[in-house]
C-alpha cells in the first residue's frame, strides 16, 4: 500500500506541475484561446457525464482493442523468430519492409477496404503496436545466451517448456517498454482516425468542440485523452513491477 501511494503522490505531482505552467500561460497570454485550468476543470465536471464520458470510452475500448491483438499476434511471432532462425530468416525482410512505413499513410486504404467503422480504427492501432512489439520481442529473446537452453535440454525440456519458462519471461521487459513507447504514437494516431466517420471518439469530440470555437470543450477532452494516456502508461507500469519484478 505504501508504494502505491508513493506511486499516486508521483502522479499528483506531475499533475501539479502541468497544471501551474497552465496557469502561468493562461496569465501571459491573457486570450480565449488558452483558459486557465480552473475554468477548464469546472466544465470538465459539469459536462463529463453527459458529453465527454461516452467518447472517452469509445476510444479507450478502441486502444485496449488494438493492443489486445497486437500483442495475440506480436508476441508469438517475436518468440518464434527469436528462437527459430529460419523464422527470422523468412519474416524479418516482410517486417523491415513494412515496419517504416507511416502508418498513418495507410488510413485512406484501410477506410476504402473497411469502411468508417471501428475495425478500421482498431486496425490503425495494431498496425502501429504490432510491428515494434515483433522486434522488441524477437531481440529480448535473440539476447538469451544458448548456453541458457543446455541445461534445459539435458533435463528433457520441450520446447513448449522452454518458451514458458525461459523465452516469455526473458524478452517481457523489452516487450513493456516497445508497448510504452507505441502507445504514444497510437493514441496520436487515434485521435486523427476519429474525425472521420464517426460521431464518438475523443477525437470526434476534441474537433468539434473546436469547429464551434467552444474552447472549454475543447481543452476539457484534451485533458480527458492525457488523463487516458496517464491511465494506460500506469497500468503497464503495474504490470511490469507485478510480472519483471527481477
Avoid at 497544471?19 to 476543470?41: D, G
Avoid at 465536471?45 to 475500448?61: C, E, P, Q, T, V
Avoid at 529480448?140 to 545466451?145: D, E, L, M, Q, S
Avoid at 523465452?167 to 487515434?190: D, G, Q, Y
Wanted: positive net charge; proline residues 5%.
Amino acid at each position: 500500500m505504501r508504494e502505491i501511494g508513493t506511486r499516486l503522490w508521483y502522479y499528483f505531482y506531475g499533475i501539479l506541475i502541468v497544471l501551474m505552467i497552465w496557469q502561468a500561460v493562461a496569465i501571459v497570454v491573457n486570450l480565449p484561446i488558452i483558459p486557465t485550468p480552473l475554468l477548464v476543470l469546472d466544465n470538465l465536471l459539469n459536462i463529463f457525464a453527459s458529453k465527454i464520458a461516452i467518447h472517452g470510452l469509445y476510444s479507450l475500448w478502441r486502444i485496449v482493442a488494438g493492443v489486445f491483438f497486437a500483442i495475440i499476434v506480436g508476441i508469438p511471432l517475436g518468440l518464434c523468430m527469436g528462437y527459430f532462425k529460419s523464422w527470422d530468416k523468412a519474416l524479418s525482410p516482410v517486417i523491415y519492409l513494412t515496419y517504416p512505413i507511416p502508418k498513418i499513410a495507410l488510413l485512406p486504404v484501410i477506410m476504402l477496404l473497411l469502411g468508417l467503422g471501428e475495425l478500421s480504427k482498431i486496425l490503425m492501432i495494431f498496425l502501429i503496436i504490432v510491428f515494434q512489439v515483433i522486434v522488441a520481442v524477437r531481440d529480448g529473446v535473440k539476447g538469451i545466451p544458448k548456453e541458457t537452453y543446455y541445461p534445459l535440454y539435458s533435463l528433457g525440456a520441450g520446447v513448449f517448456d522452454i518458451f514458458r519458462d525461459v523465452l516469455v519471461p526473458a524478452s517481457l521487459p523489452k516487450f513493456l517498454t516497445s508497448l510504452r513507447v507505441a502507445m504514444a504514437t497510437a493514441i496520436s494516431v487515434l485521435f486523427f482516425t476519429e474525425t472521420f466517420g464517426t460521431q464518438y471518439g475523443m477525437g470526434y469530440f476534441i474537433m468539434d468542440a473546436w469547429m464551434r470555437v467552444n474552447y472549454l470543450e475543447m481543452y476539457s477532452g484534451i485533458v480527458i485523452l492525457s488523463y487516458i494516456g496517464l491511465i494506460l502508461f500506469g497500468t503497464i507500469d503495474y504490470i511490469e513491477r507485478k510480472v519483471c519484478c527481477w
